[in-house]
């Protein structure tokens, strides 16, 4: 794969989702897994926002990082099946990004006068 066209699977994979696609001219595409990776994100963490506040205690006198993070193990043990579907979509945009920016690059052919 020439370097021209890596930088499409590049921006999807490390960058976001999408942003390989935008970069190679699918725009649809590209704006499409962009809004639907933001939309993924963002009720991810509208999720995990509501957990933890959720389980808040009502006074805090001073900030023990051992109470902090056995509230984080308590809120990640209890809450797995809740946020592990939005977990598995994300996973699976950003697997399709990679792969939909990869397949027109993988059949890319430079020009007979050297234009890529």
Do not use: K
Not at 63 to 81: L, T, V
């Amino acid at each position: 794969m020439a370097a021209h066209s890596a930088r499409p699977v590049l921006l999807s994979a490390l960058v976001w989702p999408g942003a390989g696609q935008v970069y190679a001219g699918s725009r649809i595409r590209g704006g499409l897994l962009i809004f639907l990776t933001l939309g993924l994100a963002i009720e991810m963490v509208r999720r995990v926002l509501s957990l933890v506040l959720a389980t808040q205690p009502a006074a805090t006198a001073a900030f023990d990082p051992m109470e902090a993070w056995n509230r984080a193990s308590g809120i990640m043990a209890a809450s797995r099946a809740e946020l592990f579907p939005l977990t598995l979509a994300l996973i699976a945009v950003w697997c399709v990004g990679i792969v939909d920016a990869w397949r027109p690059a993988r059949t890319h052919r430079p020009r007979a006068d050297g234009d890529p």
